[in-house]
Nanobody, 122 residues
Framework: QVQLVESGGGLVQAGASLRLSCVAS????????MGWFRQAPGKEREFVAT????????DYVDSVKGRFTISRDNGKNPVYLQMNSLIPEDTAVYYC???????????????WGQGTQVTVSS
């Protein structure tokens, strides 16, 4: 049974940093691309970042470029999302996902975590 578990969310003030982690079990982790998505209240799920199995292919949504960094160590568990200079607009539930390609849409991701809440106060 495949399981993705996110951690590291919390309540912070604007300008602070958080690091999210996603640990996967039940799959051959080094064969999967990983993505981070987020969903704010009343909004659709939004792509945040993706990284392929080797870490050589990375992409971000424009709104987080220069502030967020996705990383993984040689395809090993876990995958991280370092979030710096957080702003209130980053408030959302953050989900990690696993798929065979580093896609920017949710469709290609086969497995999803339950999410971790990130709240940024102004």
């Amino acid at each position: 049974q495949v399981q993705l578990v996110e951690s590291g969310g919390g309540l912070v003030q604007a300008g602070a940093s958080l690091r999210l982690s996603c640990v996967a079990s039940g799959l051959q982790f080094n064969r999967y691309s990983m993505g981070w998505f987020r969903q704010a209240p009343g909004k659709e799920r939004e792509f945040v970042a993706t990284i392929n199995w080797s870490g050589l292919t990375i992409d971000y949504v424009d709104s987080v470029k220069g502030r967020f960094t996705i990383s993984r160590d040689n395809g090993k568990n876990p995958v991280y999302l370092q979030m710096n200079s957080l702003i209130p607009e980053d408030t959302a539930v953050y989900y990690c996902a696993a798929g065979l390609l580093p896609a920017i849409g949710p469709g290609p991701y086969r497995y999803w975590g339950q999410g971790t809440q990130v709240t940024v106060s102004s």
